[in-house]
C-alpha cells in the first residue's frame, strides 16, 4: 500500500513525481472562477499570483472530482501540479470539510497511479483534516489486481501511487500523528475488505474466508472460533447449514473475540458472508448473478472492523461473527417449501432460497445474543429492495431502537458514508405468517428490505439494543470509480463500526 509521511518541506524544493493543491467553487463575494485553496501558495506565488487565472484558462471550476493537471512552475524539482476539486468553500473561519478533503484526495491519488511519490498540498487546518487525506490517499490509490499478469509492474495497468508526502501539517504533533495512524489502521483493513470481496468465488469460499479471518486474528492477538459443518451440524445452527447444503464448500461459523482489559462495554457486530449468492434452487437469472460474489460484504465489514479495533488498541470489547456460506443449487439443496429448524429453536419455512441472507444471520445474531452485549450490530447485502429504496451509494439504517438508529446514523455520517433510517413498520410481519413453521423467510414484495428486518428483529435476543445495516447498494460499485471509492468491492460500513467501536469505547454510545 502507499506509503504515508507528514512534512513540513517546502513545495518549491521537494523532489516529487507530483505536487497536489486544492481549488475550491467561486463564492458569493467572489463569484465567477475557481479559488485556490490554502497549501498552495507556494505554486500560487511561483505563477505571481495569477494561478486561479492560469486554473480557469485550463476550463477549472473547483468542482468536486475535477482534475486540472498542469506543469509546475521553473525552479519547481517536481514536474508537475495536480489541481484537484473541493468543491464549494467552507464558510468563514472554519476549514474545509473532512469528507471534502478525503475524496480529493483519493481522486487525486487515483489519477497519481504509476507514479512513486507525490505531495499532497491540501487545506489542512487540524489533525482530523490530516486523517482524512490520510485516509482518502490510502482508499483512493487502491487497485485489485491480483489476478491480472503483469499488473504491478505496469504492462497490464499502473501500480497504485507508492508514496505520499502530507504537507501542511505538524508531523510532531501527537494528535496529528495519532489522526495519521488511525487512518492507516482503518485504510489498510477497509482495503483487506475489499481484496476479500473482489476475490473471485472460486477462490473464497467459506473455508478459505475462515482461514483468512483465522490468520489476520492470530497476528493481531484477537481470539479465534471457527464452526465447520460438523460442528454447526451438532450445535444445531439450522439456518446456516441450510443455506450452504447445496454447495460443495461446507459454511463456516467465525467468532472473532478482540478484548480490552479496559473495557467497559461489549459490542457485537454480524455480517452477512454468502461467499457466492447464485440465488440456491430459486436460481438468479443471469443479469442478476454476476456480481454475486460481493454477498459477503458484510462479513468482510466486520472482519476489517474487529481488527482495525485490535490495531487501535480501543477500550472496548468486539465480537465479530462471520457466517459464511456459499448459496448454490444441487441434488442436497434446501428446497422452497423446506423447514429448517434455526439455532433460536424457532422454525422457518424457506419459501424463497434466494432469501438466504437472513437465515444465516439469524443463526448468528441469535449465537451473539447469547454474550448479553450491550448493542449488536448486523452488515449485510441483504436486499435488492434497499437498493431500490436508496440507491446504489447509500445504505438502509434498520434497529429495535430509535435513539441508537440515530447514534448509528450520526456515527455514519461523521465518517462520510451516506445512510438514511428505515422503518420496520409493524404491519409487514404478517406476510411472513407460515402455514407449517413459526416464520417464513419471505413476506410482501413491497417493503422487501423492511421485511427482511423484521426477520432478522425475531432473532435478536430479548432486551438487546440492535441495528441492521443493508449495505446492498454501496457495497459494491458497479460503475466507474469516484472520490476514494474504486469499482467493484467498496468496504462499505467498514469505517462506520470503527467509529461504532470508538463511541463504545469513549462511553458514548447508548
Ligand atoms: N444478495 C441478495 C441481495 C442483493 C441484491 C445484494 C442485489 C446486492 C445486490 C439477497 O440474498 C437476495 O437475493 N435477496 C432477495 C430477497 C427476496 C427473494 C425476498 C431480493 O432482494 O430479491
Ligand atoms: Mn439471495
Ligand atoms: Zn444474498
Redesign the pocket.
Known amino acids: 500500500m502507499t506509503a504515508l509521511t507528514l512534512s513540513t518541506a517546502a513545495v518549491p524544493g521537494l523532489r516529487a513525481d507530483a505536487i497536489v493543491i486544492g481549488v475550491a467553487k467561486g463564492s458569493a463575494s467572489k463569484p465567477g472562477g475557481p479559488v485556490v485553496a490554502p497549501g498552495a501558495e507556494a505554486v500560487d506565488q511561483a505563477y505571481d499570483g495569477g494561478l486561479a487565472g492560469v486554473l480557469e484558462t485550463l476550463g477549472a471550476s473547483g468542482a468536486e472530482g475535477e482534475v486540472t493537471k498542469l506543469p509546475a512552475p521553473s525552479g519547481f524539482k517536481a514536474p508537475l501540479v495536480v489541481a484537484v476539486g473541493l468543491g464549494a468553500q467552507p464558510e468563514k473561519d472554519s476549514g474545509y470539510d473532512t469528507e471534502a478533503l478525503r475524496k480529493a484526495a483519493g481522486v487525486a491519488a487515483r489519477t497519481l497511479a504509476g507514479a512513486k511519490k507525490a505531495a499532497f498540498a491540501l487545506p489542512l487546518t487540524d489533525a482530523a483534516g490530516a486523517g482524512a487525506v490520510a485516509e482518502g490517499v490510502l482508499l483512493g490509490a487502491y487497485s485489485f489486481d491480483a489476478y491480472k499478469d503483469n499488473g504491478k509492474d505496469g504492462k497490464n495497468g499502473k501500480a497504485p501511487l507508492a508514496e505520499a508526502v502530507l504537507l501542511g501539517g505538524k508531523p510532531r504533533d501527537k494528535a496529528y500523528k495519532a489522526a495519521v495512524e488511525r487512518a492507516t489502521a482503518v485504510a489498510e483493513e477497509l482495503n483487506r475488505a475489499r481484496d476479500l470481496i473482489n476475490m473471485p468465488p472460486n477462490d473464497l469460499d467459506p473455508e478459505a474466508f475462515a482461514a483468512i479471518a483465522q490468520a489476520a486474528a492470530k497476528e493481531h492477538g484477537i481470539k479465534v472460533q471457527v464452526l465447520d459443518e460438523k460442528a454447526l451440524a451438532k450445535g444445531g445452527y439450522g439456518g446456516i447449514l441450510g443455506v450452504g447444503a447445496g454447495s460443495a464448500s461446507g459454511p463456516r461459523l467465525v467468532k472473532l473475540s478482540y478484548t480490552s482489559s479496559k473495557a467497559k462495554k461489549h459490542l457485537a457486530l454480524v455480517g452477512k458472508g ?1 461467499t457466492y ?1 447464485s ?1 440456491g434452487i ?1 436460481l ?1 437469472p443471469a443479469g ?1 448473478n454476476e ?2 460474489k ?2 459477503m460484504s458484510g462479513a468482510a465489514a466486520v472482519f476489517a472492523a474487529v481488527v482495525a479495533a485490535a490495531r487501535l488498541g480501543l477500550e472496548v470489547n468486539v465480537t465479530g461473527w462471520l457466517a459464511l456460506a456459499e ?1 448454490m443449487p444441487s441434488g442436497s439443496a434446501t428446497r422452497p417449501g423446506d423447514v429448517l429448524r434455526m439455532y433460536s429453536g424457532k422454525t422457518v419455512e424457506v419459501l ?1 432460497t ?4 437472513r437465515l444465516v444471520l439469524a443463526d448468528a445474531l441469535w449465537a451473539a445474543s447469547a454474550e448479553k452485549p450491550d448493542a449488536i450490530v448486523d452488515v449485510a ?5 434497499m ?1 431500490l429504496a436508496l440507491g446504489s451509494r447509500t445504505f438502509g439504517i434498520m434497529a429495535n431502537d430509535d435513539a441508537f438508529r440515530s447514534a448509528v446514523h450520526e456515527a455514519a455520517e461523521e465518517v462520510g458514508e451516506p445512510a438514511w433510517p428505515m422503518p420496520l413498520p409493524e404491519h409487514l410481519r404478517k406476510g411472513m405468517d407460515s402455514a407449517t413453521a413459526d416464520i417464513a423467510n ?1 413476506g410482501e414484495r413491497m417493503g ?1 428490505g423492511l ?2 428486518g423484521l426477520f432478522l428483529r425475531e432473532f435478536v435476543g430479548e432486551g438487546i439494543t440492535w441495528a441492521h445495516l443493508d449495505i ?1 447498494g454501496p ?2 460499485n458497479e460503475g466507474g470509480p469516484f472520490g476514494y471509492t474504486p469499482k467493484g468491492g467498496t468496504g462499505s460500513a467498514v469505517r462506520t463500526l470503527v467509529r461504532l467501536a470508538e463511541l463504545a469505547a469513549a462511553g458514548d454510545l447508548g
Open positions: 454468502i449468492d440465488g430459486s438468479k442478476h456480481t454475486m460481493c454477498d448459496n424463497n434466494d432469501a438466504e441472507g447485502t441483504l436486499t435488492g429492495a437498493m419471505m422487501g421485511v427482511a446492498a457495497a459494491f
